[in-house]
C-alpha cells in the first residue's frame, strides 16, 4: 500500500533583515549620541589604561593629533594637497572660567603659528559660553583681533539647540566689529529657517552642517530622516542665491553634485562658496569637487578632548563602527 508523506509544516517567515539592520543602526547612533552628550566621559576613557589606548587607534582617523604642532603639520598636508584648511582646537563646555581663558591662548597661538591658508573654528563654550556671555565675548573678541592680524577667518561651530540662541546673539556681537568672523548653521533644527535671514543679514561666512547632535524631533529634523537633503538644499539654495560667502559642509555626494551644478557645475575664481569636509572623511569627495574647479577645504580638529567628537562622527554614520572596530585592533 503507498502512503502518502504528510505534509512539511509550515516554517515562520524569516525577519526582515533590512529592517533590522536599520534599526540596530538606529539604536547604535542613538548610544553614540548619548555618550558624546557625557562630559565626564570625555575626561575617563582617554586617561583609561585599557580603553584609552583602543580609542586612540579609532581616533587617529578622525584627529589631527593632541598637540598645535600635529594640526600644523595635517594642515600643511591638506594645502599640498590643494584644498584649504579649517583648524579647530576641541573642548567644548568647559566650564571653569580660568581654563576657558588660559585655552583662549591656544587659539592665538594658532592664529600666529598655523600656515597661510587655514582658518580657525571654535565652540564658544569652549572659551567661556558656559559660564558667562560676557567671559566667552572678551575671549573671542581676543581671538577674533589674533585672526584678523593674521590674515585668518575665524567660525564660530554649531553646538546643541539648547546654546543656539547664545551662540548666535555673541556672533551678532562679534560682526558689530568684525567682518570676518563667520558661523555654523543646522540644517536639521527647524528654527535655521528663521535664523538664516538673520545671519544673512551679517558678515562672515556662514557655514551649513546637517548637524550631529542629539535632538528631539520637536526641535529638529532625525539625523536619519529622508527629508533631511530636500531641508540642507533648501537652506544651501538661500544661502547660494544670496551671494552670502559659504561653505556647504556635508559628506553627501548627491548634494555635492547637486550643489556644483546649481553653482555653475565648474567653479571660478571670485567663487564665494566653498565644499568642506570633515579629516578622514569624504576626502575622495573633495578631491572630486576640486577637479571640478570648485575652491575645498578640510576640517582638522586637534586636542586631548577628542572622545566626544569621535563619538559624533560615529553616530552619524553607525557603519563606521565596523572601521573603528578594525581600527581599535590594527
Same mark, same amino acid.
Given at each position: 500500500?503507498?502512503?502518502?508523506?504528510?505534509?512539511?509544516?509550515?516554517?515562520?517567515?524569516?525577519?526582515?533583515?533590512?529592517?533590522?539592520?536599520?534599526?540596530?543602526?538606529?539604536?547604535?547612533?542613538?548610544?553614540?549620541?548619548?555618550?558624546?552628550?557625557?562630559?565626564?566621559?570625555?575626561?575617563?576613557?582617554?586617561? =583609561?589604561? /585599557?580603553?584609552?589606548? &583602543? #580609542? $586612540?587607534?579609532?581616533?587617529? +582617523?578622525? %584627529?589631527? !593629533?593632541?598637540?598645535?604642532?600635529?594640526?600644523?603639520?595635517?594642515?600643511?598636508?591638506?594645502?599640498?594637497?590643494?584644498?584649504?584648511?579649517?583648524?579647530?582646537?576641541?573642548?567644548?563646555?568647559?566650564?571653569?572660567?580660568?581654563?576657558?581663558?588660559?585655552?583662549?591662548?591656544?587659539?592665538?597661538?594658532?592664529?600666529?603659528?598655523?600656515?597661510?591658508?587655514?582658518?580657525?573654528?571654535?565652540?564658544?563654550?569652549?572659551?567661556?559660553?558656559?559660564?558667562?556671555?560676557?567671559?566667552?565675548?572678551?575671549?573671542?573678541?581676543?581671538?577674533?583681533?589674533?585672526?584678523?592680524?593674521?590674515?585668518?577667518?575665524?567660525?564660530?561651530?554649531?553646538?546643541?539647540?539648547?546654546?543656539?540662541?547664545?551662540?548666535?546673539?555673541?556672533?551678532?556681537?562679534?560682526?558689530?566689529?568684525?567682518?570676518?568672523?563667520?558661523?555654523?548653521?543646522?540644517?536639521?533644527?527647524?528654527?535655521?529657517? =528663521?535664523? /538664516?535671514?538673520?545671519? &544673512? #543679514? $551679517?558678515?562672515?561666512?556662514? +557655514?551649513? %552642517?546637517? !548637524?550631529?547632535?542629539?535632538?528631539?524631533?520637536?526641535?529638529?529634523?532625525?539625523?536619519?530622516?529622508?527629508?533631511?537633503?530636500?531641508?540642507?538644499?533648501?537652506?544651501?539654495?538661500?544661502?547660494?542665491?544670496?551671494?552670502?560667502?559659504?561653505?556647504?559642509?556635508?559628506?553627501?555626494?548627491?548634494?555635492?553634485?547637486?550643489?556644483?551644478?546649481?553653482?555653475?557645475?565648474?567653479?571660478?575664481?571670485?567663487?564665494?562658496?566653498?565644499?568642506?569636509?570633515?579629516?578622514?572623511?569624504?576626502?575622495?569627495?573633495?578631491?572630486?569637487?576640486?577637479?571640478?574647479?570648485?575652491?575645498?577645504?578640510?576640517?582638522?580638529?586637534?586636542?586631548?578632548?577628542?572622545?566626544?567628537?569621535?563619538?559624533?562622527?560615529?553616530?552619524?554614520?553607525?557603519?563606521?563602527?565596523?572601521?573603528?572596530?578594525?581600527?581599535?585592533?590594527?
Amino acid at each position: 500500500m503507498t502512503t502518502t508523506a504528510p505534509a512539511s509544516p509550515s516554517r515562520p517567515s524569516a525577519p526582515s533583515r533590512p529592517s533590522d539592520a536599520s534599526d540596530a543602526s538606529a539604536a547604535a547612533a542613538a548610544v553614540l549620541r548619548g555618550l558624546a552628550l557625557d562630559e565626564d566621559l570625555k575626561w575617563r576613557i582617554p586617561a =583609561d589604561p /585599557l580603553l584609552g589606548p &583602543l #580609542a $586612540r587607534r579609532v581616533a587617529r +582617523r578622525f %584627529v589631527a !593629533g593632541e598637540t598645535l604642532a600635529d594640526a600644523c603639520e595635517r594642515a600643511a598636508a591638506v594645502l599640498a594637497a590643494g584644498h584649504r584648511a579649517n583648524v579647530e582646537y576641541m573642548g567644548e563646555s568647559c566650564r571653569d572660567p580660568r581654563r576657558a581663558t588660559a585655552e583662549t591662548e591656544v587659539f592665538t597661538e594658532a592664529a600666529d603659528r598655523l600656515p597661510p591658508g587655514c582658518s580657525i573654528s571654535l565652540d564658544l563654550s569652549h572659551i567661556g559660553l558656559a559660564v558667562d556671555p560676557d567671559l566667552a565675548f572678551a575671549n573671542a573678541s581676543r581671538i577674533a583681533r589674533a585672526t584678523a592680524d593674521t590674515g585668518r577667518e575665524m567660525v564660530v561651530s554649531a553646538e546643541g539647540s539648547d546654546r543656539t540662541d547664545a551662540v548666535l546673539a555673541l556672533h551678532e556681537r562679534l560682526t558689530a566689529t568684525y567682518d570676518h568672523v563667520g558661523i555654523t548653521l543646522q540644517a536639521r533644527l527647524h528654527r535655521t529657517r =528663521d535664523d /538664516l535671514p538673520r545671519v &544673512l #543679514a $551679517r558678515p562672515g561666512r556662514v +557655514r551649513l %552642517v546637517k !548637524g550631529a547632535f542629539a535632538e528631539p524631533e520637536s526641535v529638529a529634523l532625525p539625523r536619519e530622516s529622508p527629508e533631511l537633503q530636500a531641508r540642507y538644499l533648501e537652506s544651501a539654495a538661500a544661502i547660494a542665491d544670496s551671494g552670502h560667502l559659504c561653505s556647504f559642509a556635508t559628506h553627501d555626494r548627491d548634494l555635492l553634485h547637486r550643489l556644483g551644478e546649481r553653482l555653475g557645475g565648474q567653479g571660478r575664481p571670485d567663487a564665494f562658496w566653498e565644499f568642506e569636509t570633515l579629516l578622514g572623511l569624504g576626502t575622495d569627495r573633495l578631491a572630486e569637487m576640486a577637479r571640478l574647479g570648485h575652491p575645498t577645504r578640510e576640517y582638522v580638529v586637534f586636542g586631548t578632548e577628542w572622545w566626544l567628537y569621535v563619538c559624533n562622527r560615529l553616530a552619524e554614520d553607525p557603519q563606521r563602527l565596523l572601521r573603528a572596530v578594525a581600527d581599535a585592533a590594527s
